[in-house]
């Protein structure tokens, strides 16, 4: 018989509570701090997404910020790709998607900056190449998913 390991047991009783709309509701039921919270759910988001079979779900990314946030369970297929969702939670979840591409898209362009700033003082023409194509390559990847984000709030 396989004995279960704390973190297994804090998972378990966090899947039990979902949904919910703050990690203070988890942390008032749990009795778990918020910083706990915050890393099993990040734990279970990696875990979740190098074994699929394991765990076979998931909570999605919520949006970031103020406003309304609903933590759900996301059941997930053999694959890791999320297969079955709780009514009303792919708006959520569309939304946590958009916060994090807007995120990304923000991360991508300051990355490019300081990218080719770091070309400015390169002596070695292949490596600056390398760095402005990637630096180009951020910016586009950038413009994209900010026209990914336009199209997830529309």
């Known amino acids: 018989m396989r004995d279960f390991t704390f973190t297994e047991m804090d998972l378990d009783s966090i899947y039990n509570l979902l949904p919910v709309s703050t990690l203070g509701e988890l942390e008032d039921a749990t009795g778990l701090g918020l910083p706990r919270i915050r890393w099993l759910i990040h734990h279970l988001r990696k875990m979740a ?16 910020g103020r406003g309304v946030k609903h933590y759900c369970v996301a059941l997930l297929d053999r694959s890791g790709r999320i297969d079955n969702i709780g009514v009303g939670a792919a708006a959520q979840i569309a939304g946590g998607a958009a916060s994090l591409c807007a995120e ?18 390169m002596r070695s023409p292949h490596f600056r190449r390398m760095l402005e194509a990637v630096a180009a390559d951020s910016l586009t990847l950038s413009r994209k998913l900010d026209l990914v984000v336009a199209r997830l709030v529309a």
């Not at 997404?49 to 970031?64: F, K, L, M, N, S």
């Not at 362009?109 to 070309?119: D, G």
């Open 49 to 64: 997404a190098q074994d699929p079979e394991r765990y076979g779900w998931t909570i999605p990314a919520v949006t970031h």
């Open 104 to 121: 990304g898209g923000s991360k991508l362009q300051h990355m490019a900056t300081a990218l080719q700033a770091a070309t400015l003082d």
